[in-house]
């Protein structure tokens, strides 16, 4: 992370929750409002997190699914009733372009959301979360996070012991290479498998399966986890209802169809944009905090 | 009343006539810091796995142990798991979860301690061993050292009453063990903890234990004060004298003014030394070769992992010549497992050249360059793929045109060479440490190499098996073969070799014949140096203070 960021500092319950409904409303939700919301807020909360780096995932991988997705849906669909011109005798309809339009949006909204929970919530906050809904699993979890990157290394290991009996893994013919390769990976268990006698014996040594487990965790859920869970919760809820009564929905097929607008639909809107733009409303409030308080040393 | 009470203890593994412990006895009571050696295999495990029920190897047992007067097995697990603490060999295969806070927390988890007490533990314990600085980082991230830390850190938040470790520093570097051991008295001291801990850095551990238990084919031989065990062991004539730190071997070798209580640290030997007086002998010298032909020169070179990342090697220079023994020695970090990669052609350097010759001293073609140089790794264990030892030296000879009678000689006589024949058929993750790295040396071995580099070859071994080792290497070394030792035991390339040089800061800051480097050296020495150098600088081992000191003949 290039910056400090104040959102990830909740507890990890909570930003599991606001990434699930902001996700969620984005993909079953059909309207370019919220989708603009969600797009937008998504967009410079990544490149508030990332940085430099956030132009460059926005450029090598987002934009190109998007376009793709915009070109595939009208190539490929024929719904619509507005015809814009034939290819091979097929209708390009103004329906599935914008059809496409909207999906390339949702998706790459639905993207960034995605990198940027993966950018805040580690290994350890996903356990914690995890283990507060399934403790049994989470110890597994966590088991299976030492396990992967210990696997990867032995088989590092052995195959730099390869070459250094001239056994090279990238030399030689296609064959030798892959009879070289089995010979890696299952040494490679044979160890794995050997080794993990040793940690049954630490675990069991440790007191495992001796009566009922507790967690322990370094997240607590306090006052300010509670306060912004209750906002965000009723203004979740109020997007639910309203999107339940007045139907905030854009209809593309066959023909361009919106419902008339609401009270209820505009608060909808209104609601649902603040929520996507509330990482960055916590960073920027937090930021000015910070400034106001240096300035008081 | 004693803690821990071993009555008659007899163990013997399934299949086997020979019992692995003969009715072994002895009590462990609040406080002690008692250290259990003997040489590999004389039972010192079977001993520990016996004093905790979950662990104790299958097989048939005799005796009783007792807890606190109670049976070990009427003792219920929770409280085993809660008051007996133990601490294995290999640091990685202990450490069960992804994060140093939760391996902290895990045994607690285990016993339901709630939270608020749980979270006052772990805190504790993190502040008592310093691990606040990596609280929260993933546990693949730590070295060795703090890997066992932890571990030791882990059973220490259950707050036992009895600490069993069974070779906890054998996977570590000198200065990493002696840091653990360090902590180990510690624990002992500020919170009266029981110890009973298998080791054999005795140097380390002697100075702050309350016992010493030595064990010879599953009986406890000797038993003392560590101030007497030498006495013990020089009126048995037991070869374990040669395991103790360097200050009681000579008291007891060179047999001479011995005082009334044994020296056990340099700064004691050092006194003792100077009550001997001004030494007759004189020490065996070497003798400089003559016409040394140059067998790996590095010209300028320097070498790093990634584009952006540091340079490891840095104007690397110097030259090894042919049919030596050249040690590289040097802390952590300074570079010198990654000079031997370069040396076997793993890595290459980005500027700079390194040269091998061959037999006459011609430089090599790149096209036989390949299989001039062998390079065992520090894992010994990264080299076996089969079922079988004899398994594998086969696989190492695989692409050699070679007659089945024929491979099957070499490998006998490789075998031989390395004292693995009776190991041949066993699988080689059934083997001990000494024997894995001496079943991996084979295999190098076999693919015939004029230059040999070893990294850590003597890693976690004991006296007798390093004295195993450097046979080995002596004989290598007599058929000519140029072999460069990397490793963190002074001792060991002091005795061994025929230059040393200091790695430091990705090249090499000294390098010299053994003597002379260890005579310019004042803290990176052997300890036998250290305590004689106020008198004579050049004594690197024990055998030479012997031949200093030695008595005057007739």
């Not at chain 1, 009270?263 to 409030?285: H, K, M, N, R, Y």
């Not at chain 2, 030997?269 to 002998?281: N, Q």
Request: hydrophobic share 45%.
């Amino acid at each position: 992370m290039d910056k400090r960021d104040s959102f990830s500092g909740y507890n990890p319950l909570f930003l599991i929750a606001f990434f699930l409904f902001t996700v969620l409303v984005t993909m079953i939700v059909r309207h370019p409002v919220l989708g603009a919301a969600s797009f937008s807020g998504s967009l410079f909360y990544l490149i508030y997190l990332k940085g430099k780096k956030a132009f460059s995932l926005v450029f090598k991988i987002i934009l190109p699914v998007m376009i793709l997705t915009m070109i595939i849906n009208p190539a490929f669909s024929h719904k619509g009733v507005t015809a814009l011109f034939y290819v091979n005798n097929n209708p390009i309809t103004l329906e599935a372009i914008l059809y496409g339009l909207y999906s390339a949006f949702m998706l790459g909204a639905v993207i960034m959301w995605f990198s940027a929970y993966n950018e805040i919530m580690t290994t350890d906050k996903f356990v914690y979360a995890f283990g507060r809904l399934l403790p049994a699993l989470s110890l597994v979890f966590s088991m299976a996070l030492r396990f992967i990157p210990r696997f990867n290394s032995h088989i590092r290991t052995v195959s730099n012991a390869r070459r250094s009996l001239g056994e090279d893994l990238e030399k030689g013919s296609i064959m030798k290479r892959i009879r070289n390769g089995i010979t890696v990976f299952s040494s490679t268990v044979t160890w794995a498998l050997e080794n993990s006698v040793d940690t049954a014996d630490a675990m069991t040594s440790r007191g495992y399966g001796t009566g009922h487990r507790t967690t322990y965790a370094t997240y607590r859920f306090d006052k300010r986890d509670g306060i912004i869970s209750a906002v965000v919760l009723a203004a979740a809820v109020c997007v639910v209802i309203f999107l339940a009564r007045d139907s905030l929905y854009m209809q593309f097929y066959p023909s361009i169809e919106f419902n008339p607008i609401t009270a209820g639909s505009v608060i909808t809107a209104v609601l649902f944009t603040i929520i996507c733009f509330l990482p960055l409303i916590i960073d920027f409030q937090e930021n000015i905090k910070w400034r106001y308080l240096t300035s008081r040393i | 009343m004693a803690l821990l009470d071993i009555k008659d203890l007899t163990f013997t593994y399934p299949g086997r006539q020979q019992p692995a412990l003969k009715s072994v006895s002895f009590s462990l009571s609040e406080g002690d810091f008692v250290v259990l050696c003997g040489e590999s295999g004389c039972g010192k495990s079977t001993l520990l796995r016996n004093l905790k029920t979950v662990l104790r190897p299958f097989g048939k047992a005799d005796g009783t142990v007792y807890y606190k007067g109670v049976p070990l097995d009427d003792v219920s697990q929770r409280e085993q798991a809660e008051e007996i603490g133990y601490v294995l060999q290999n640091p990685e295969n202990q450490i069960v979860t992804d994060k140093v806070w939760h391996e902290l927390a895990f045994g607690l988890e285990n016993l339901g301690v709630d939270r608020d007490t749980m979270r006052l533990r772990v805190a504790e314990m993190a502040s008592f061993f310093g691990i606040q600085e990596w609280f929260h980082k993933d546990v693949s991230q730590l070295s060795g050292g703090q890997k066992q830390m932890l571990n030791l850190a882990a059973i220490m938040a259950m707050q036992p009453k009895v600490l069993i470790l069974d070779e906890p520093t054998s996977q570590l570097n000198p200065i990493a063990a002696s840091d653990f051991l360090n902590t180990l008295a510690k624990i002992n001291r500020d919170l009266g903890t029981t110890i009973l801990l298998s080791e054999h850095r005795m140097e380390d551990v002697l100075p702050n234990a309350t016992g010493v238990m030595v064990m010879e084919k599953g009986e406890i031989a000797a038993s003392a004060d560590p101030r007497y065990i030498g006495r013990i062991l020089y009126e048995r004539k037991d070869p374990m004298l040669l395991a103790m730190p360097a200050a009681m071997q000579s008291v007891y070798r060179l047999e001479r003014n011995i005082p009334e209580i044994c020296p056990l640290t340099v700064g004691e030997g050092k006194k003792w030394i100077s009550s001997l007086g001004t030494p007759a002998g004189s020490i065996k010298e070497k003798e400089n070769e003559k016409d040394l032909i140059t067998a790996i020169e590095f010209k300028d070179v320097w070498f790093r992992y990634s584009k952006n990342g540091e340079d490891v090697i840095r104007d690397l220079n110097g030259k090894i010549y042919k049919g030596e023994i050249f040690s590289i020695i040097g802390s952590n970090g300074a570079g010198k497992s990654t000079c031997a990669s370069l040396i076997a052609g793993i890595n290459r350097p980005y500027r700079g050249k390194i040269k091998l010759f061959d037999k006459v001293g011609n430089t090599f073609k790149e096209s036989l360059m390949e299989g001039a140089v062998s390079l065992l790794i520090q894992n010994p264990q990264s080299f076996f793929l089969k079922d079988t030892v004899r398994e594998d030296l086969k696989e190492a000879l695989r692409d050699r045109d070679l007659s089945k009678e024929e491979k099957d000689s070499k490998i006998e006589e490789m075998a031989r060479k390395t004292f693995i024949t009776e190991l041949l058929d066993h699988h080689p993750y059934d083997l001990s440490g000494g024997e894995q790295q001496r079943a991996a040396l084979a295999k190098v071995l076999l693919k015939d190499s004029e230059i040999l580099v070893l990294d850590e070859p003597v890693k976690g071994m004991d006296g007798f098996l390093k004295q195993k080792m450097a046979d080995i290497l002596l004989a290598l070394k007599k058929e000519g073969r140029t072999i460069i030792l990397v490793s963190h035991d002074l001792e060991f390339c002091a005795g061994i070799s025929d230059r040393c040089a200091l790695f430091f800061d990705g090249n090499i800051a000294s390098v010299n014949e053994p003597r002379s480097f260890f005579a310019e050296n004042s803290f990176y020495t052997t300890s036998a140096n250290r305590m004689t150098r106020h008198i004579n600088k050049r004594v690197v081992t024990v055998e030479d203070i012997l031949d200093l000191w030695k008595k005057e003949e007739g």
